[in-house]
């Protein structure tokens, strides 16, 4: 059944592609209701014992199918209109809420929200543990039957813009009118109308679901519950002799909700100019956009871009609208998810000058590798119109790279390269040999005016060059001791290594206030400690890790300086910083100079002369024999 379907949705859109501006159909009939007794078409799956309003309006849940056999419980949508005749076989489409166009979005959300949340979506029982924790207790006899009709007035509450009717009267009736034998799940006999406390239980559940149901918020549509229903192409190239190889780009969409980006189940089929193209083959462009190539276009001619195939859609609540229009049966909404038949159509044109175009090239080269993405925009009047993305990945520094040839109508385009250029870049840009000077440093995204004159042989290649250079970056702190007063004459050294064992040429001296300054240092991650403190202080043994970046801007510092917390993790320096050095205790340290030693004269005539003497004569006579042993 389903590879039948597909043969004649096939069929269909070549038919309407050959015929531009004959009447497109919006889609296969896939969704049926009847009142015969064939196999999965009842017209009820469950009715109600209830009446609703003074004409004696019966709540029920019907049951459609589509060409599978599969069944889909539904509601009434549409109070207004009645049900089909008896044997009448009606087909339906399946549509997002919001696209019926019967009722505004905001009545869209909350029939959302009461189908997604009633019975039989919900069993009774869990209708009961929702409704009592939101204060809405129903009495001990709540019955299916019950939960269903208060679903159904709240759903017309909302269909028919406005209230159903201000009064509503609930009549129990176990009555079988004519045609309506084919209820499969009927309900049993459990009040008697004569019975007005039963009666009262009745209207009082009834009308808390209802109650319930319309204090819930109304729901958007599930991201992947939006049904396909348009299209929109555009051509991104010209040919020569009056057709045209045309690379079209298109997007899928919902005139409610906009663009939908394809889900791996879909399975859909573009089809346009005698050709189709199944959606496996599509190229991914990004942003909910795709393209394929057309071959032999003819310019000035309408070409019909039909979309039509099998879209999955997630679990959500559904409009399903009659085929053949509002009246000719009723609306119904209904919990789905699964495969559903879509169709949309769209149309464009090659205005101007089809005889001419040519190929635009872009060429990217650079000493930094990296991932380079380039906007095509067309220049018309002072405006710019983006019509393609050229993304350029070079592997190696001094790589070369260029773009796949992109064919454009006859006229004038900017290529603007997205990526910002930061100091340190220097810019070349080229169009066929001729060079367009940059400036790095006040250009954010640089771009070029191009203009294609030449036939559909014709190249014109655009190179952007980038030649980078680390611009050094500067950095300083302050050397005080306790009293937070500069220190003169602490040395601090840049090392390779957090263990600080591989030293680098930077050093620098704190001068008279304390100051440290590292001038010109290279892009990277140093280490810096303190090598030697200054007299009469104790030396710093901590480490700080000094990041020096790529600058924004010529002449302005970007470094950062981190330092370990207590838990060993480093931390960035906010603001200034300052390293602590103590002053040692006066009596610790060693004097300058060495203090000469104090010689005592002997007493004239002191018999301690000649000891003296004779110690003197005894040093000298030693002396000289080292001498002479040295010597020999």
């Known amino acids: ?98 696209n019926s166009g019967y009722y505004p979005p905001e009545a869209a959300k909350k029939i ?87 009666y009262n239980e009745i209207k009082e559940n009834v009308q808390n679901v209802y109650d319930y149901l319309m204090s819930l918020n109304g729901k958007e549509a ?45 399975d859909l089929t573009l089809a346009a100019n005698g050709k189709t193209f199944p959606s496996r083959e599509w190229r991914d462009e990004g942003n909910g956009e795709y393209s394929v190539t057309l071959q032999g276009v003819t310019a000035g001619e309408n070409i019909d871009v039909a979309i039509s195939g099998e879209q999955y859609l997630a679990r959500d609540a559904y409009f399903y609208e009659p085929v053949s229009g509002r009246n000719a049966a009723q609306c119904f909404v209904g919990v ?124 014109v290649t655009v190179e952007f060059a980038n030649c980078y250079e680390e611009i050094p970056s500067s950095f300083g702190f302050k050397k005080t001791d306790e009293h937070d007063a500069g220190v003169k004459g602490a040395v601090f050294a840049l090392f390779k290594n957090e263990g600080c064992t591989e030293p680098t040429a930077y050093k620098q001296t704190s001068d008279s206030n304390g100051d440290v300054k590292f001038p010109l240092i290279p892009v990277g991650i140093y280490y810096m400690k303190e090598t030697a403190a200054p007299y009469g202080y104790y030396l710093n043994k901590e480490i700080f890790k000094i990041e020096v970046l790529v600058q924004e801007a010529s002449g302005t510092d970007n470094v950062a300086i981190y330092r370990k917390d207590a838990q060993d993790r480093w931390v960035k320096v906010e603001g200034s910083l300052e390293v602590e050095n103590s002053r040692k205790p006066e009596n610790h340290y060693a004097p300058e100079k060495p203090v000469p030693a104090i010689v005592v004269m002997p007493k004239t005539g002191d018999g301690s002369v000649l000891l003296s003497a004779a110690g003197l004569l005894l040093a000298a006579a030693a002396v000289c024999g080292l001498k002479r042993r040295i010597r020999g």
């Open 112 to 198: 959302r929200a009461i189908a997604l949340n009633s019975y039989p979506v919900l069993s009774l029982e869990e209708m009961k543990t929702r409704m009592d924790k939101a204060g809405y207790t129903l009495n001990e006899g709540a019955s299916e039957e019950q939960l269903l009709s208060g679903a159904q007035r709240a759903i017309w509450q909302y269909s028919n813009n406005g209230p159903v009717k201000e009064q509503a009267v609930y009549k129990y009736s176990l009555r079988i009118k004519d045609g309506y034998a084919d209820v499969i799940k009927a309900p049993e006999e459990k009040y008697k109308e004569s019975n007005e406390q039963h």
């Open 336 to 459: 789905a998810e699964g495969m559903t038949p879509v169709f949309a159509r769209g149309s464009f044109k090659i205005d101007g000058d089809a005889g001419k175009a040519a190929y635009l090239s872009v060429k990217k080269t650079s000493n930094m590798p990296g991932t380079y993405k380039f906007n095509v925009y067309k220049a018309e009047n002072d405006t710019k119109e983006l019509i393609n993305t050229v993304e350029i990945t070079t592997a190696e520094a001094d790589t070369c790279v260029v773009s796949e040839k992109i064919l454009l109508p006859v006229g004038t385009y900017i290529v603007e390269e997205e990526n910002a250029i930061k100091a340190g870049y220097t810019l070349t840009v080229t169009v066929d040999g001729t060079e367009y000077a940059v400036n790095s440093e006040t250009v954010d995204k640089p771009s070029v005016h191009v203009t294609l004159s030449a036939d559909g042989s014709a190249e």
């Open 222 to 266: 599930s991201p992947g519950g939006i049904a396909l229903n348009g299209v929109t192409a555009t051509p991104l190239s010209a040919g020569t002799s009056g057709t045209a190889d045309v690379l079209l780009k298109f997007k899928l969409k919902n005139d409610k909700h906009g663009s939908i980006t394809l889900n791996e189940k879909d």
């Open 1 to 98: 059944m389903k590879r039948t379907k597909r043969i004649w949705a096939a069929a269909l859109i070549m038919a309407l592609c050959l015929l531009s501006g004959a009447a497109f159909a919006e889609g296969e009939e896939y969704y049926w209701h009847s009142k015969s007794t064939e196999e999965n078409t009842k017209t009820y799956y469950q009715r109600s014992v209830h009446r609703i309003c003074e004409g004696g309006f019966i709540p029920a849940i019907y049951n459609i199918v589509d060409g599978a056999g599969k069944q889909y419980d539904v509601y009434c949508c549409d109070f207004e209109t009645g049900i089909l005749a008896s044997g009448e076989r009606i087909a339906y489409r399946r549509l997002t809420l919001e």
